[in-house]
């Protein structure tokens, strides 16, 4: 097993790179802690769970999915992920990750995530 740790800023501009590449098919456990503050001034602290009552907008990378959450990406299209998931590639891909956020210059604080590939 293949086990990974990476620090997610809350303030990361587009998709992270995780270093994790999947071949087609293969799945990845993500599990994650922390709080990212989202607004100006921190004005609102999620865990990577997000904000459970509202769907983020169109600016989002996905939007619809929960707001202010974490998301992963894998060769295909965003999924939310929350604090504990998986995700399964599409095709050979990088594993990438972000905050389902609109406008992360405002941003505070981080994740911290931990990869697991069986």
Known sequence: MIQKRVHLAG???GWFPTG???RTGQTVQITAT???????FG???FSPAG???K????GAPAPGQTAN???????GEAQFIGASGSITA?????LELTTNDDWVADNGGSWDVTLRLA
């Open 69 to 75: 959450s974490l998301i992963a990406r894998a060769g």
């Open 90 to 94: 599409e095709s050979d891909a990088q």
């Open 20 to 22: 994790i590449f999947l």
């Open 34 to 40: 922390g709080l990212i503050t989202f607004g100006p």
């Open 55 to 58: 769907s983020a907008g169109a």
């Open 11 to 13: 303030n990361c501009r």
């Open 51 to 53: 904000q459970a009552d």
């Open 43 to 45: 004005s609102w602290p």
